[in-house]
Nanobody
Framework: QVQLVESGGGVGQPGGDLRLSCAVS????????IGWYFQAPGKGREPIAC????????YYKDSVEDRFTISWHNAKKMAYLQMNVLKPEDTGVYYC???????????????WGQGTQVTVSS
């Protein structure tokens, strides 16, 4: 089993920034990816940024590529999502996820964190 715990959500102003953290623990495989998923109110979850623990290869959804940065701290087993130039449409719940196995793509979601709420409002 793998446990993930997100933190760092809250209220941010348009144009401002927030940093989310995801602590990973438990029985992780040698190679895995961590994905940040976004769920807007009334919508489904979608991957917005992913990173592998080995070569730090990354993926970004087009809508966040120029504003968000995903990173991985191997020793701490922490993933981060630096969110800059926040927009009201970034409001929603952010989850981190991983899988039992790594196939080179974003995690499908075998394991999930509890989510952290981000609200962008002036």
């Amino acid at each position: 089993q793998v446990q993930l715990v997100e933190s760092g959500g809250g209220v941010g102003q348009p144009g401002g920034d927030l940093r989310l953290s995801c602590a990973v623990s438990g029985s992780t495989p040698d190679y895995y990816a961590i994905g940040w998923y976004f769920q807007a109110p009334g919508k489904g979850r979608e991957p917005i940024a992913c990173i592998s623990n080995s070569d730090s290869g990354t993926y970004y959804k087009d809508s966040v590529e120029d504003r968000f940065t995903i990173s991985w701290h191997n020793a701490k087993k922490m993933a981060y999502l630096q969110m800059n130039v926040l927009k009201p449409e970034d409001t929603g719940v952010y989850y981190c996820a991983t899988d039992r196995d790594y196939d080179g793509s974003c995690p499908k979601g075998d394991f999930w964190g509890q989510g952290t709420q981000v609200t962008v409002s002036s």
